[in-house]
């Protein structure tokens, strides 16, 4: 009996010390939401492929140019109008859903969230989309009323557009904000979920469509 019990114990510590190496030697995985500089940028880029059809390409008509510049040098939240006109043109452009998460009630960044924010910084700064107009639509869970959520998700988008102003000096006028409230969760199953707290990034104009 002793000689059973000995051996057990000294195969538990065998298998012990060999998870802990293991795990020692295991890379630090990402977080498998978190997209790179390089991942947002080629989300957001517009499709220059020859192969495409001209009606395969996002195109902005005339009108819609008018609506994104008119919206783009306002400095107060868009009225519900301006919201609806510029959520049907964001449906026709590049987008990317990051997961800038926001505590439950706040439009405070948290520190989990400034990776994926600094990676959005120097995708919009790289060559590519550099001098584009920009929209961050802001989104909350569905918990609350919709006058209170409208309110948290439109700070949430300012408070994505002051990060990227201060740190990537990226004008005012490339940053369009508007909030969603709780409309458009991304996981309408489980509408307290925190991915519902987020802001969605979307390229409205291309640089020489801004330039214009």
């Known amino acids: 009996m002793m000689i059973r019990q000995k051996y057990l114990r000294g195969a538990l510590a065998v298998a012990f010390l060999a998870s802990g190496m293991t795990m020692a030697a295991a890379p630090k995985l990402a977080n498998a939401e978190e997209l790179s500089a390089k991942q947002i940028q080629d989300q957001l880029k517009v499709s220059k492929t020859r192969g495409l059809s001209s009606s395969d390409r996002p195109t902005i008509s005339a009108d819609d140019m008018v609506v994104i510049k008119r919206v783009s040098r306002q400095t107060r ?47 919009l700064t790289s060559s590519d989309l550099s001098g584009c107009i920009v929209l961050l639509g802001g ?74």
């Open 77 to 123: 939240s868009l009225s519900a109008g301006d919201r609806d006109q510029i959520a049907a043109i964001a449906d026709k452009r590049p987008k990317v859903n990051l997961e800038i998460n926001f505590e439950y009630n706040s439009a405070a960044l948290t520190p989990q969230a400034e990776p994926q924010l600094n990676n959005l910084g120097q995708a």
């Open 139 to 212: 989104h909350t869970d569905a918990k609350g009323g919709y006058n209170y959520n409208q309110k948290l998700s439109e700070r949430r988008a300012e408070t994505v557009k002051r990060f990227l102003m201060e740190k990537y000096r990226i004008p005012a006028s490339n940053l369009v904000t508007a909030g969603y409230g709780k409309n458009g969760l991304k996981n309408p199953a489980d509408p307290l979920a925190a991915e519902n707290r987020r802001v969605e990034i979307v390229n409205m104009a291309e640089r020489e469509e801004a330039s214009q």
